[in-house]
Every structure is written in structure tokens, then in C-alpha cells.
């Protein structure tokens, strides 16, 4: 008898939704304290995860969710940079 394979769950830090890992766009905080989008989700460092919708990531930045993850100041410019980032990939698909 085959087990079945558990998939895993994360909650997006925007909507606040549990969705599948592989659904979500996970933004990560490097070792040397630069935060970016990881499309992949292969980059090394400390992870959230958010919807593949700039909404998502506009409540996150709203509510400071992505702050208290990572326990430090995000400034502007890096959410600006996202969310360009997260519209040309959309765009792309």
C-alpha cells in the first residue's frame, strides 16, 4: 500500500490564506539582510511566502507583515521594487 504524500501548507503574510507551497511566491531575507523575491524558492535565507497577486503583497505592506517576519525595516523602495518585479513576472506567464 503507497502512502500519500502530504503537500505542504503555507500561509500567504497578505490574504492570510493557507494555500500550497508550490502556489506561492516566496520573498526572502538573505544573510546579509537584503530582501528580494525568490521565484524559485531555492535562495538561501529566512522566508515568507505571498500570493502571486500585487494585492497580496499591498496588504502585506499595509499591515507590515513582511516587517514582523523578518523582525527588520523594509524600506520603500524594496516593496516598490517587488512589486514591479511580481507585475513583469505576471506579465511573463
Known amino acids: ?13 497578505g490574504c492570510r490564506e493557507m494555500k500550497d507551497k508550490k502556489s506561492l511566491l516566496r520573498v526572502v ?12 524558492g531555492k535562495k538561501p535565507g529566512r522566508g515568507a511566502y505571498v500570493c502571486h497577486d ?6 502585506a505592506r499595509k499591515s507590515r507583515a513582511l516587517e514582523r517576519a523578518f523582525s527588520t525595516a523594509i524600506p520603500p523602495e524594496v516593496y516598490d521594487t517587488m512589486e514591479a518585479e511580481l507585475e513583469g513576472h505576471n506579465e511573463q506567464e
Open 1 to 13: 500500500m503507497q502512502k500519500v504524500k502530504k503537500i505542504p501548507q503555507r500561509q500567504c503574510v
Open 54 to 59: 500585487v494585492e497580496c503583497l499591498k496588504k
Open 29 to 40: 531575507k538573505s544573510p546579509e539582510g537584503v530582501v528580494s523575491l525568490d521565484f524559485v
